[in-house]
Structure formats: structure tokens, C-alpha cells
């Protein structure tokens, strides 16, 4: 089992206290920056989590912003952990999509309408959904072993994550790989929505129209880091990371309000077992 390092959240936390330090002491970036000895530009993009910065870095930060007591021992630790590196960079994966993000949270809330969730997929599953981007051989086996890496945190001690899926009905009859791969995913999702951290509800298609159709989303909440929800939304040429407190807050609603409108997790698995006797 991999541990939970990678740093993406921590930087992003980091940047916000040295951004939140800089106004405290009255600077502006303008200001700040030529007593750094850096430019603006490189200093907006440490605040803004795009940039990393290291111990010596932070030292200097604090002694030019007058920050005293023991915040400086935490916020070198914290400089510290940032500098770790991810365990997927071992599969081929950079620091700049979903899976940094999830190793650090713990509890995901997953609304989709395309997919069953990645914390959900068996392996044949998740190569059918990989294979449709042309990848190589070597490729789709570094993407399900990071699925299956990120899979067991589902049941871990050590590391564990909570997941709430909501998904629409109409996953359930997409045959991905299949019909024989299919009817095993299905089976797959009855056994993990027995799991004490797995709550799976589905939006029946009985329900026609609701307010999950527009786009899938992922909530991430970071318990062990004050950081606050993020918002994960994926495009057609990419994804958005979101962590306004306005619009997260929108997201937590949209996110209540399908979950009111789908089936309780009991209705839920009676009617996977009911797709899964058809296909």
C-alpha cells in the first residue's frame, strides 16, 4: 500500500498562510518581492500554490514578515512535507491531475453520469474506459494499478478514505468492456456498497431530467489539512480544480440535492441487482 505523499494540497495550503503572513505584515507583492529578492511574478506563484518553495525560502518569508513563536516550526514542517514525492510519479502520472488531489483527502463525494466512480471500477472495467484513448499496453497497466493502489484505501487502517457515490442509473446499463464484463462490474458494485466507507445511492432514470446531467463532479474534503472542500470538475481538453468557499458551497448543495433525489443505498442495490439480471 502506497502512503498518502504528494503535495499538491499541502502546497496550495502553504501558499495561502504565506499569502495570508505577507497582508498581516502590511506588504504588498510589490513590496515583498525585491526584499525576497525575486519578482513579483515568482512570488504570486508561490501564494498561488503554482510554484514550490523551499525551507530556506520560508525562512526568509518569515523573518521579513515578522512571524514569531512556534509557527515557525510548523510551517517548516510543513514546507518540508511539501518536497515529498507523489507514489504514482512511479506509474508515469505528474502532479497535475486527480489522483495527487484524492491521496490527500479523505472523504470523496462523486456525482457522474458517465462512468461508474474510479474507487469502484474492476480492472477489466477500467482498461475498457483507458483503452478508448489509444493507449499503449504498458500505459493501461500503469493506469489500473494506480486505480487499484487508489482502491485500497477504501479498506486500509493506515490511510483510509470515505467515498459517497451518486450515479445515474443509465451507467449501470452502458456495457463498458461488455456484457460479461459488465454484469461483474455490477456485481463488484453490491459487494462495495457493503463496505462501511462506500455509500452508493443511484438516480433512477425513472427521474428524467435532474441536475446531475450537466456534468460529472468530485468534492474532496482534506480532513487531516485545514484547507477546506475542492471542487474537481473534468472537461472534454482537461479539468478544473475549484476551491472558492462560494462556489464550493454550490457544489455541496447540488451535490445534497442529488443525493435527495436518488434511491437510499438499499433501493440502490436492489435495483444494481435488477440491471445486473438483465444484461
Do not use: C
Not at 18 to 32: D, I, M, Q, Y
Not at 63 to 84: A, K, N
Not at 220 to 233: C, N, R
Not at 254 to 276: E, G, H, M, N, Y
Amino acid at each position: 500500500m502506497a502512503g498518502p505523499n504528494g503535495a499538491v494540497v499541502r502546497r496550495l495550503h502553504l501558499g495561502r498562510i504565506l499569502r495570508e503572513l505577507r497582508e498581516e505584515a502590511g506588504l504588498s507583492l510589490e513590496v515583498a518581492a525585491p526584499a525576497l529578492d525575486w519578482s513579483s511574478s515568482k512570488l504570486s506563484r508561490i501564494e498561488n500554490g503554482r510554484q514550490g518553495v523551499d525551507v530556506h525560502g520560508v525562512r526568509t518569508m518569515m523573518d521579513i514578515y515578522g512571524v514569531v513563536g512556534p509557527q515557525w516550526d510548523e510551517l517548516l514542517d510543513l514546507t518540508r512535507s511539501v518536497s515529498e514525492k507523489g507514489w504514482w510519479r512511479a506509474f508515469g502520472l505528474d502532479d497535475k491531475g486527480y489522483v495527487p488531489l484524492e491521496a490527500e483527502a479523505t472523504l470523496v463525494r462523486e456525482a457522474t453520469t458517465a462512468y461508474v466512480p474510479g474507487l469502484l471500477q474492476i480492472e477489466a472495467y477500467a482498461r475498457a474506459v483507458f483503452a478508448i484513448h489509444q493507449r499503449t499496453d504498458a500505459e493501461l497497466d500503469n493506469l489500473t494499478a494506480v486505480r487499484r493502489i487508489r482502491q485500497e484505501r477504501l479498506t486500509s487502517l493506515e490511510d483510509p478514505l470515505e467515498l459517497v457515490a451518486v450515479v445515474d442509473e443509465v451507467v449501470l446499463r452502458r456495457p463498458v468492456g461488455g456484457p460479461a464484463v459488465m454484469r461483474t462490474q455490477l456485481a463488484h458494485l453490491v459487494e462495495a456498497a457493503a463496505l462501511d466507507r462506500v455509500t452508493l445511492q443511484v438516480l433512477p432514470m425513472s427521474l428524467g431530467a435532474h441536475p446531475g446531467l450537466s456534468a460529472p463532479f468530485t468534492l474532496l474534503t482534506f480532513g487531516g489539512i485545514d484547507f477546506g472542500d475542492m471542487v474537481y470538475v473534468e472537461h472534454p481538453i482537461g479539468a478544473v480544480h475549484i476551491s472558492k468557499e462560494e462556489e464550493v458551497a454550490v457544489a455541496r448543495l447540488k451535490f445534497d440535492r442529488l443525493r435527495s433525489l436518488a434511491l437510499d443505498p438499499d433501493a440502490s442495490v436492489a435495483l444494481i441487482q435488477r440491471v445486473a439480471a438483465e444484461t
